[in-house]
């Protein structure tokens, strides 16, 4: 798919998105590329306010005169709309290619309903062979977290230059076997956060999403989490 094609499938799957938004609503907003696609239409629907996943999302936000909340003061959320990196038959995903990974999963854990929306490409069997995995590090134990990453049969690239919300470090991790099964998949994340200095990873299992939107050549499909 070209990077036109792909855009028109961002902005198809934002516009199908936005059906799900209530008036009235505090709505939980991701960050990306496809996120960015849907902020643009949230002046469409009469929102009380938003929670953001990022600094950029806020800023992106606050320019359109949506309110931006602190979710110690909003409650469990209705909603949490988001892009991924990766999705697979379970709903499971990567996600942090930006780097929100932390701060997205917070709000996505504290939301009633987390909805992905994607386009084609990023429909995947296994999780974690097309795309690396990101993981937020704290900077002192980036050394001690990578050579724990090759203990797994990992390889760790460094993301020089460019530092978390949270002020913490990322490694893109190739080459992992994260597996198939849907527990493994959960055990795999599970296993990377029992590893001292890690913040966070973009494996989103728990937080896995309970619907995915994602745009095709023939339209935008809805699959539920079973
Ligand atoms: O996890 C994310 C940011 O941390 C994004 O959701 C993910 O990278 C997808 O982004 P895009 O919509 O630009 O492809």
């Not at 990306?32 to 469409?44: A, D």
């Not at 949490?80 to 990974?101: C, F, M, S, T």
């Not at 590893?195 to 995915?212: M, P």
Request: proline share 2%.
């Amino acid at each position: 798919m070209n990077a036109s094609a792909q855009q028109q499938q961002k902005q198809a799957v934002a516009a199908d998105a936005l059906k799900y938004i209530e008036s009235g609503m505090i709505l939980g907003v991701g960050t990306g590329s496809t996120v960015n696609c849907l902020i643009e239409l949230l002046p469409k629907v009469n929102l009380k306010g938003a929670v953001a996943s990022s600094k950029v999302t806020e800023d992106k936000l606050k320019a359109l005169g949506i309110e931006v909340m602190d979710l110690n003061f909003t409650g469990e959320l209705d909603l949490y709309i988001d892009g991924a990196d990766e999705v697979n038959e379970h709903l499971q995903l990567v996600k942090g290619g930006g780097g929100a990974l932390t701060r997205e999963k917070i709000v996505a854990a504290a939301s009633k309903q987390f909805i992905c929306m994607v386009d084609e490409s990023k429909w995947v069997q296994q999780l974690g062979v097309g795309f690396p995995l990101p993981i937020e590090v704290l900077p002192q134990a980036r050394s001690y977290v990578a050579r724990e990453l090759v203990q797994l049969g990992g390889e760790p690239v460094y993301r020089e230059g460019f530092v978390t919300d949270y002020g913490n470090l990322i490694l893109d991790v190739y080459g992992l076997d994260i597996g198939l099964d849907i527990e493994k998949v959960a055990a795999f994340e599970a296993k990377l956060n029992n590893i001292v200095g890690v913040v966070c990873n973009g494996l989103f299992t728990a937080q896995r999403a309970d619907i995915l939107l994602m745009a095709t050549a023939d339209g935008v499909k809805k699959l539920t989490a079973k």
